[in-house]
DNA sequence: GCAGAGCTTATTGTATACAAACACGTCAGG
DNA sequence: CCTGACGTGTTTGTATACAATAAGCTCTGC
């Protein structure tokens, strides 16, 4: 896309997902001009697109902030994420080709070695995940259904708190992704189905364990 | 929102469900504006809403088309209206209180009028199709799910078919939210759910029998 | 001391001018 | 006649100025 546009999208977005730009902070387009170094067009620009992505709230007086999760909008997401996501995986397995199995084979060797690294190298981790959950709702080829799961990937909180994720986690998330692979192999969809909505089901379970450890730490740094 | 904006994005899509601008046509910015009688910047906000909306496509070079659905894209986004609106359903059910359950009553013994009106009032068969509906998804309490399904509601084709819906199919689809309202008034999401995924799904055949004639209508017009 | 009206200031909405990118048509060369 | 490069015109992107609106504050009256 445009440039100036571009910038102040991916900058914006890198400050909220960074927690740079806290929860719940207003974000004044003037001031987020200067920050990215655009005028206030291009800001207005990425504003609504993140807001169409869930990351940015507006008010009624149309200011926008920076959107917060409770743990039950986190838990909402999580549930139509699995009821999406194990649909596109069902179609992905209809669809698939012995190339692109290939390639996620390669990709859930990668994580693999960033899971058994030392330290575990988390984000290696993330990065693996993202392509791989990609490649299959590409390969599911349906463009609403992946216009629809776009602004359910993208979870700030969920992002940072993987971090508290220990190496057990890490790996069963990996072994979950090759049950998949087998699931694609034979081309069952009704398998990858299941196995997809029981990965995410149980990754929304870390989450709540982990960030249930960091809302702890939270409440235990305040003054 | 604010009037101008809005303006131009109800004027847009007026445009657009009514078929005044036939799918393909290009959108320039400079004349959408002058037909909206606003400027050019309250018209690019909202070709961004219609585009994620995806009653606009843009090409690589940015400019802006009207969406044309083929007969899979409509497929595609009623399979997935099905899974996400009978998940709705479901919530609903667990959710809903006596005074919205006599309310979705009202408006489906409005529909029950509309439909045995002589011609069938297909304008009225729709709205409160729309309300009955949108109730429903209210009373989901999913603020994630509403604003996925908003984006698969609308579609600008199925809408203009309706018309040729006979009186044979609307009153099963009335008959349908009798038994959904029975479906509520017991609180069982299981049944609920059920009974909106086939509701939807039958909605869908409904509308690819209609479109077919529709489409064997147009290419006869062909000159 | 509190409530509310009115002013002040901050913030967003709109219009417009200009810059950049792209599509299309034209013309020259083979 | 075909091909490709160039220039022109159209379309979108960006910046900026100004208008409208909402929030916050003060000051007044009770």
Redesign the interface.
């Known amino acids: ?2 440039r100036a546009s571009d910038r102040a999208y991916s900058g914006i977005r890198g400050m909220i997902l960074s927690g740079e730009l806290p929860a719940g902070s207003q974000l004044g387009e003037e001031v987020l001009a200067e920050r990215c170094g655009v005028s206030r067009t291009p800001v ?2 990425a504003l ?2 993140l807001e ?1 992505e ?1 990351l940015v709230n507006r008010n009624e007086a ?1 200011r926008s902030f920076v959107a917060d999760w409770s743990l039950s ?1 986190v838990a ?2 999580f549930e ?1 994420r699995a ?2 996501e194990s ?1 596109a995986a069902r179609r992905a397995a209809e669809r698939i080709d012995d190339q692109t199995l290939q390639q996620l084979r390669a990709i859930n060797h990668a994580i693999l070695r960033a899971v058994q690294a030392e330290p575990p190298d988390v984000i290696g981790f993330l990065e693996g995940n993202r392509d791989f959950h990609a490649i299959i709702l590409e390969t599911a080829q ?4 992946a ?2 799961l776009g ?2 990937i993208e979870q700030p909180v969920v992002w940072r708190t993987a971090h508290q994720y220990g190496r057990d986690a890490l790996r069963r998330s990996q072994s979950e992704h090759d049950e998949l692979l087998a699931a694609f192999a034979r081309r069952d969809g009704a398998w990858a189905e299941a196995v997809m909505a029981a990965h995410i089901r149980r990754a929304f379970h870390f989450y709540a364990d982990a960030h249930q450890g960091l809302a702890m730490i939270d409440v235990a740094r305040q003054p």
Chains 1, 2 share one sequence.
Do not use: F, N
Request: hydrophobic content about 40%; aromatic content about 4%; charged content about 35%.
């Open positions: 896309m445009s207005r620009d609504r697109r169409s869930l149309q909008d909402d997401a139509l009821m999406l649909y349906s463009r609403r259904l216009g629809l602004s359910l």
